[in-house]
């Protein structure tokens, strides 16, 4: 699903895919998830992990500043550039994500950033530590 020009969400499968990242373009990917991600060769130089579960006590706000550096220097990098974000379903690590970075770089309230997420991809539903840590994140970055 695309999210924003150039920054996508999915599942693993679709991560894995080549001929589908091919097809939309990706050339950075971001892994939200533990575990041997079988990505093709066309983008594991662009690629980067980080090992969240998905459980409501697992820590997502320590690493949001890193997700979103990551983001947000992978589209810079080129305006051909082209980010997927990707968990196991890509419906909570991956969503969380890229709300954090809709909340770091684009000023989004963190309910704002899940209703936008959500009108491009029905299926975002971040679980309920995951929302809290992102109005956690929210309120480090105003203060």
Do not use: K, W
Request: net charge positive; glycine share 4%; charged share 15%.
């Amino acid at each position: 699903s695309e999210i924003l020009p150039r920054l996508y969400i999915s599942d693993l499968q679709t991560a894995e895919d080549a001929a589908l990242l091919s097809s939309l373009g990706i050339t950075h990917v971001l892994s939200a998830m533990p575990g041997h991600v079988a990505l093709p060769p066309t983008v594991t130089a662009h690629a980067a992990q980080v090992p969240l579960h998905d459980a409501p006590f697992a820590e997502l706000a320590a690493h949001l500043p890193r997700t979103t550096r990551y983001i947000s220097r992978a589209l810079h990098s080129s305006p051909n550039a082209r980010v997927l974000v990707h968990c196991a379903m890509g419906t909570s690590r991956s969503v969380a994500v890229v709300c954090g970075y809709l909340i770091a770089i684009h000023g989004f309230q963190p309910s704002q950033a899940l209703e936008f997420v959500r009108a491009r991809r029905a299926a975002a539903a971040p679980n309920r530590g995951f929302i809290d840590q992102l109005h956690e994140y929210h309120r480090s970055l105003a203060s």
